[in-house]
């Protein structure tokens, strides 16, 4: 059974920094592309960050330069470092991963964990 758990959401102060873990088991890690998206209230859930398997990233223009995508497959685990953080950047984030190239659409990912919401006081 696949499960993707995200951890290190939280209430932060705009212009400050957070790191999302999102923890993988039950597939084979190293053959996933891995992706974040997040979801506003009201709002449809939209691409953030995106690594494939061989390390290449992509970002949405909206986070480029702030966001780092990164992964570890020895601990099957992908992370997404937030730094100079927007009121505008919160949403419920989520990971996800794709068996296929790393793509924006949510609809081409395989498996999502629960969300972590990540909340940017202004």
């Known amino acids: 059974q696949v499960q993707l758990v995200e951890s290190g959401g939280g209430l932060v102060q705009a212009g400050g920094s957070l790191r999302l873990s999102c923890a993988a088991s039950?597939?084979?890690?190293?053959?996933?592309?891995m992706g974040w998206f997040r979801q506003a209230p009201g709002k449809e859930r939209v691409f953030v960050a995106s690594?494939?398997?061989?390390?290449?990233?992509r970002y949405a223009d909206s986070v480029k330069g702030r966001f780092t995508i990164s992964r570890d497959n020895a601990k099957n685990t992908v992370y997404l470092q937030m730094n100079s953080l927007k009121p505008e950047d919160t949403a419920v984030y989520y990971c996800?991963?794709?068996?296929?190239?790393?793509?924006?659409?949510?609809?081409?990912?395989?498996?999502w964990g629960q969300g972590t919401q990540v909340t940017v006081s202004s």
């Open positions: 039950g597939l084979t890690f190293s053959s996933y592309s």
């Open positions: 690594i494939s398997t061989s390390g290449i990233t």
């Open positions: 996800a991963s794709d068996r296929g190239i790393a793509t924006v659409k949510p609809s081409n990912y395989d498996y």
